[in-house]
């Protein structure tokens, strides 16, 4: 079993999935199975510093005190640590992605660490991804969105069984795909996504259906259901949307305040969070029961 995480906007070390592999690799040792080859892909450092935006506009907020000295710059530009936030942690790299250069750079990044992986693992045929954030976009562009040949998906999907045709000896069948706080529904329109690619592709499956879990934490402005927006009602894909709610007073009380304080929190805690492993060990392996449930809500409780 080969298990692929992609991180999301704003990171910038490659370790951000341990977290999340080390409950993994405990509840397969726990259960006794065997344990699945992982692999952190990181692209981060394509896109250079995360502050770069940012030292803009501080130095344009500085030039102006120095003229207007007697003025408090949190008179004429408020809430300047959300802003930043958001700048620094979500929206530059979105920017630098969908540049149609640096899009590009990613996707060979991302494909060239891909076929190395699969060329240390020669043997293990099953493959499951898991992508956070951004990456649920750039992974929708390497399987999905209308590149030709010429571009780096294409070599990204020649591994992969029943995506395109190639020479490739070697594939690898995609058994699962799990999205974490995804904002695909944001960009649909914006990229002109086609969700026939993804239906006909699901529909080339025998036997077991692909798993696709969409995963979206209460608090997580950025992540949003995808069902009705890719119309997957009558499809071969076992596709569901997993709501991890929580019960928070605090939160429920103070409203915007919660939300703009727990902003790029929110978004980027479910690489740490045991409810999030338990549903991508529940579709790593296949159990439909932890996967569906009763009630479309996994449990309420704290997320970490």
Known sequence: MLVWFM??????RSGYADPLRDRLIAD????????PEFYSSYWGEELGSTNEIWDYV????????????????????????????????FFQDIFKYLSSQQGREI?????????????????DEDLHLVAHSLSSVILWD?????????DPAYYFRSVINGLVDSPNKRKVKLRSITTLGCPLLIFKQMMNMDEQRLKTFAGGYSGTALRWINVIHASDIFAYPLRASLDLDDTELFFRDRYLGERNFIKKSIGDVAMALGLIADHTSYWRSARVSKLIMANLIGDYDGLSGNSPILEFGEFD
Not at 28 to 35: A, K
């Open 7 to 12: 991180h999301g906007a704003s990171v910038r």
């Open 28 to 35: 397969f040792s726990d259960r006794g199975l065997t344990l």
């Open 58 to 89: 501080q130095q344009d907020l500085e030039n102006f005190k120095w003229d207007y000295p007697q003025v408090d710059i949190d008179d004429v530009f408020h809430y300047r640590q959300r802003r930043e936030q958001l700048i620094t942690g």
């Open 107 to 123: 996707r060979r990044t991302v494909a060239m660490q891909f076929l190395n992986f699969l060329t240390d693992n020669p043997y």
């Open 142 to 150: 390497l399987l999905f969105s209308d590149y030709g040949t010429s």
